[in-house]
């Protein structure tokens, strides 16, 4: 879909809505406390995603240099499901505010993401707490490796 990576970016009738969770454990690795579900997520220019209060106790906001030029930034509340609908392209890096050391944090990439990745590379490997700083690695492999799988770099 090449194609579509440069057109404006108006909601059209192909948005898509999609969803993450903000959960205490992850279902599918025990292990893992205190995550956004997927912590990834790969949308297009327009697409919704809505922050879901799956367990109690999370929000979701945006973070300083970690949102692309142009963008709105967002902060819900403590259980509060906001929806936000992303027409800039670029990378978008959120936290949990009550568990942004613990690793809380998540990322969703936008048509061409590439444009800001080094920023928020940046940006998130200045967050503090152990888990925060494992999670943003891990992350930032994964996030590499769409990037180069869909040959934006
Ligand atoms: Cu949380």
Same mark, same amino acid.
């Given at each position: 879909m090449a194609a579509t990576l440069g057109?404006?970016?108006f909601a059209s009738d192909d948005a898509e809505m999609h969803e993450v969770d903000m959960l205490n454990v992850d279902p599918d690795d025990r292990q893992q406390r205190m995550v956004?579900?997927?912590a990834i997520l790969r949308v297009q220019p327009g697409? !919704?995603?809505k922050f879901l209060a !799956?367990?109690?106790g999370h929000n979701a906001q945006s973070i300083? %240099?970690?949102t692309p030029d142009g963008a709105e930034e967002f902060q819900g509340r403590i259980n509060e @499901? +906001? @929806?936000v609908t992303l027409d800039v392209e670029g990378t978008y890096g959120y +936290?949990?505010?009550p568990h942004q050391t613990m690793g809380m944090i998540g990322f969703i990439?936008? %048509?061409d993401f590439t444009s800001n990745l080094e920023a928020v590379r940046e940006a998130a490997g200045t967050l503090r707490g152990r888990d925060t700083t494992r999670r943003v690695e891990e992350y930032m492999t994964e996030i590499d490796a769409i990037a180069a799988e869909e040959g934006l770099v």
């Open positions: 057109a404006p970016a956004f579900k997927p697409d !919704t995603v !799956t367990e109690r300083d %240099g970690m @499901e +906001i @929806e +936290i949990c505010q990439l936008v %048509g």
